[in-house]
């Protein structure tokens, strides 16, 4: 696009920010990777085209008709796609929509639904809903993540059991389509695009303003820990079997989120449970997982004191070493395909022996059912309506993620998928492995080939594209 800035569609950029040079940055600008890119996985290289920051819908809309058939769209709410998609993913003729400047936010008292910008962070919709009638909504925990790609992709988090994910919260979308059109989607209006805008938004357009349902904020909550630590990982095998037990247990109370994080240092089952002290005394987890060497049970009475808590934990794990250089893969299990004990017993077993090349990993287990559950498989674009609980493990580098520590996130899921038939688990679309074989199938199962008619509808120029977005059916 003329590293000038001064090509046809460079000027035409310009132009579509009401010729504000302050609204659009290109890679001769100083400091344009490092202020305007700032990629969030450091091994994933990334070189956008351009980076621009509309205003209004009409200004994204004259940013899509700019890029044309040249050039390929994403957009960027957070910045935190795992393999850097907001960005291109390293398909080099990107033009990114930033939408930090959409932060609109109103809600309707009668109705209670609220309208929220789609470059808000969770962490401002947790604040804005409390402050607007003491409200909230299931989202996750990261703070930074914004809420435009988290209720497009899933926008799972801890009150997904009690409420369902992000993306079931949202009722109604303004969205700019790849003829540079704006249009409204929900249930009554372009049905197929509110469909498709719900679990594969990034290959579709770009969502400014959603409409979401929203729940009076819970009065109390429990939050919990039970940590394993020492040496051999082999001994830990039997608590995580426990764990299985407990999360598959079809009458397991929707207030009960849960996780299993193992890192170098041994094991957690921490969680959230949403009602009284007695309530969670009566659940009697010490006995259910004896032998630990700490726990910690925390009551909370107000909602903002429990979303920052989680938001420390956060900074503990993944979210608090990135940006850095880091691998990860998923797995998605149902109540029909929980983990066998004797692959349970090979997981950590190699936990004791791999070279994993790195200090800072983690395999996080973490439970879903419940709300997530009860919309039918072809409801939207999400494709794991039967998800149980998945697999998250991630290895962290310093610049560059090593053969060593790839191999050791690769050799976790291995041992593991080879318990199942080909393609029985599925792979979550929010964490995205740009090195997946047969991605768009494992993100989104038996949706996908709706997807793909869909995309040859909507965006038949492949516009809103990255390395594992929906490709039009041929």
């Known amino acids: 696009m003329g590293q000038s800035g001064s090509s046809p569609q460079a000027k035409c950029l310009l132009s579509a920010v009401g010729g504000n040079a302050d609204l659009v940055a290109f890679p001769t ?16 290289s990334v070189a956008p085209v351009a980076v621009t920051y509309p205003q209004t819908a009409t200004q994204v809309a004259a940013i899509v008709a700019c890029a044309g058939s040249d050039f390929k769209v994403q957009a960027r709410g957070g910045g935190h796609s795992y393999a850097n998609y907001a960005l291109g993913g390293g398909d080099n003729n990107t033009v990114v929509v930033d939408l930090k400047n959409f932060q609109d936010f109103d809600m309707d008292t009668d109705s209670w639904q609220a309208t929220i910008g789609a470059g808000t962070k969770l962490g401002d919709v947790t ?24 209720a497009t992709m899933g926008g799972l988090g801890p009150m997904s059991r009690m409420w369902g994910s992000a993306m079931d919260h949202v009722v109604e979308v303004e969205v700019v389509l790849a003829n540079a059109t704006i249009v409204t989607a929900s249930p009554t209006q ?5 469909w498709a805008m719900k679990g594969a938004g990034s290959s579709f357009g770009i969502v400014t303003n959603f409409k979401v349902e929203t729940h009076p904020a819970p009065g109390v909550a429990v939050q919990y820990t ?14 995580f079997k426990t764990w299985q037990t407990l999360i598959s247990d079809p009458s397991l109370s929707r207030k009960f989120a849960s996780q299993v994080t193992i890192f170098e240092l041994g ?17 009697d987890l010490e006995s259910v ?8 049970v925390l009551v909370f009475n107000d909602w903002a004191g429990l979303v920052g808590h989680w938001a420390e934990d956060v900074v503990t794990t993944v979210g608090g070493v990135i940006p850095s250089a880091f691998y990860s893969k998923n797995l998605a299990f149902t109540k029909d395909n929980l983990i066998p004990d004797a692959t349970v017993d090979k997981f950590f077993h190699n936990l004791d022996a791999v070279d994993k090349g790195t200090l800072i990993w983690f395999a996080i287990f973490d439970l879903e059912g419940g709300a997530t559950n009860d919309p039918a498989e072809d409801a939207t674009a999400y494709g ?3 998800a149980l609980f998945y697999l998250q493990t991630y290895g ?17 899921n291995d041992i593991v998928t080879a318990a199942y038939p080909p393609n029985t688990l599925g792979s979550y679309a929010g964490y995205v492995d740009p090195e997946l074989v047969n991605a768009q199938q494992a993100y989104y199962r038996s949706n996908l080939p709706k997807l793909e008619l869909l995309k040859g509808i909507i965006d038949p120029k492949d516009v809103f594209h990255n390395p594992e977005s929906i490709k039009a059916s041929s």
């Open 289 to 296: 997982f004896p032998d630990h060497s700490n726990s910690t």
């Open 190 to 194: 372009n049905q197929d695009v509110f």
């Open 267 to 283: 094991m957690a089952i921490s969680g959230t449970f949403f009602g009284t002290k007695e309530e969670f005394d009566s659940l």
């Open 396 to 412: 962290v580098d310093i610049l560059k993620v090593s053969d060593t520590t790839r191999a050791f996130i690769t050799g976790m």
């Open 29 to 44: 600008k100083p400091s344009y990777e490092l202020h305007d890119v700032h990629p969030y996985n450091l091994d994933v």
């Open 226 to 239: 039970y940590t394993f630590s020492g040496r051999p990982y082999a001994s830990l095998a039997s608590r």
């Open 127 to 150: 604040s804005r809903l409390l402050s607007a009638g003491n409200r909230a909504m299931a989202h996750g925990t990261c703070p930074d993540v914004g809420i435009g790609g988290h």
């Open 384 to 386: 794991h309506r039967d």
